[in-house]
Each structure stands twice: as C-alpha cells, then as structure tokens.
C-alpha cells in the first residue's frame, strides 16, 4: 500500500521553522514506513514563500518568477523534513511526477515540494497520488478541516465531517479563493481526485498524530469520497 501525505507550509514555517514538529512528523512517517506502507509527502511553502513572492513583487519580478521562487521554497521545506528522516528518506527532492514514481519505487519515503510555476502543491500531492496509484491522500493544513467557508474569517462556518469531490467542486465554483487565502484545494486537484477515484482526508496537521489517524482510516477532520 501507497498514501501520501501533504504537509501544508504552514506547518512547517509559521513565523519561524517549526524543527519540533517536523521531528514528530518525521517519527511517524517512519513508523508508518517500517510497517510496510510507502509513503510520499509533499510539502508546501508556508509564510517563506509568501514573503518571497511578496519582495518579488515589490521588486517588479514577473508572475512567473514569483511561482518559481514560491517552487524553491516549498523544496527547502522539503530537505528540512529529508534531513529529520535521515536513511529512511530518499535523498533528493523530486522535480516531476517521473521521478516521483522512481524515487517511490527504492522503498524509501519520497519528500517532493512543487514542480512548476502556476501549480499548487495540493494539485502537486493529487497527482503524486494518481501517479504512484496512492490507496489514499491526507492534506495536513492548519484547520480541523474543509467549512462551509473561511473559519478564520466567519464565526459561522461549520465544519463538513464528509463530503464527495462533486460536492467539493460546486464549493469551489461558487466561493472562488485568491492563492494564499482560504484555499484547500483547487480545481485541477479535485479534478485529477475524482478521476482517479483517491478518497481524501483533511485534517488539522497542527496536531500530527491526526495524519496518523486519518491513515489509520479513522474518522478525523473530513473525509472526501469520489
């Protein structure tokens, strides 16, 4: 069996490298991994590549460019978590979808950040899933979960335990998020999800024993089914 992981930049980077929490991660991804499961995490960029893309802008750097510094970033996160692996990590960071099915294929847990400009590293871990033939996706973010809309913005947002993609699609379609805001999922992810057939769990990865669970098939955050 295959799942993968994505750890949200936030997770990693909030304010300051959170080198705690990716040690706990670390523990469990190679728990999970001794026990047979192979294992792809895909990390984001966090407050790190916000900044970056920001001074880019203000320094008169292209759309494009600002994606690509937000790309090397996400894979600076990436070593971070590789070094905290140690030997039970393949060494390098992958830089497509072919290399993330070589790299997966040595046994060892494969760490990707983003692959190219004007892609989400959500979309990044749908494809990742689909490629290696996952049996499951975890988003680790920093809510419990997906709401009805932005918790962090309305005190009336209710938290959704299960949903489908379709449903999960028509939400997206009529809440429109700017990247950086409130922004799950996009549509190629849900897209790429829902042909797939790859069920999905949310969870709040601030507490990472919860990415535990959720593999573990338990009911935590929300559970997305095709």
């Known amino acids: 069996m295959t799942v993968v992981v994505k750890l ?7 304010e300051r490298i959170q ?17 047979g499961t192979g294992l792809v995490i895909v990390t984001g960029g966090g407050d790190g590549a916000r900044e970056y893309r920001d001074a880019a802008t203000e320094l008169g750097g292209s759309q494009v460019f600002r994606d690509e510094l937000g790309v090397m ?6 070593h971070l978590l590789i070094c905290a692996l140690g030997k039970r990590a393949y060494p390098a960071v992958p830089t ?4 993330i099915r070589e790299f997966a294929s040595s046994g060892r847990i494969v760490v ?24 499951k996706l975890v988003l680790a973010t920093d809510v419990e979960g997906v ?15 299960e949903m489908t993609f379709k449903q999960l699609e028509k939400m997206i379609l009529e809440q429109p998020q700017l990247p950086g805001e ?18 999905c769990s949310v969870v709040d990865g601030r507490v990472p024993s919860n ?9 935590v955050g929300t559970i997305i089914k095709p």
């Open 147 to 161: 709401y009805s809309k932005d918790p962090k913005k309305h005190a009336d947002a209710r938290l959704l335990k």
């Open 8 to 14: 949200g930049g936030h997770l990693i980077s909030a």
């Open 73 to 78: 970033v996400t894979r600076i996160n990436a």
């Open 112 to 135: 990707s950040g983003g692959l190219q400009p004007a892609q989400s590293t959500v979309a990044v871990s749908a494809l990742a899933a689909e490629s290696v033939g996952a049996e």
């Open 182 to 199: 409130y922004e799950l999922f996009d549509l190629l992810s849900v897209r790429i999800l829902q042909r797939s057939k790859i069920p």
């Open 19 to 35: 080198a705690a929490r990716i040690k706990e991660y670390a523990e469990i991804f190679t728990r999970i991994n001794r026990s």
């Open 96 to 99: 497509s979808t072919q290399q």
């Open 211 to 219: 990415v535990e669970k959720a593999l573990a098939g338990k009911k």
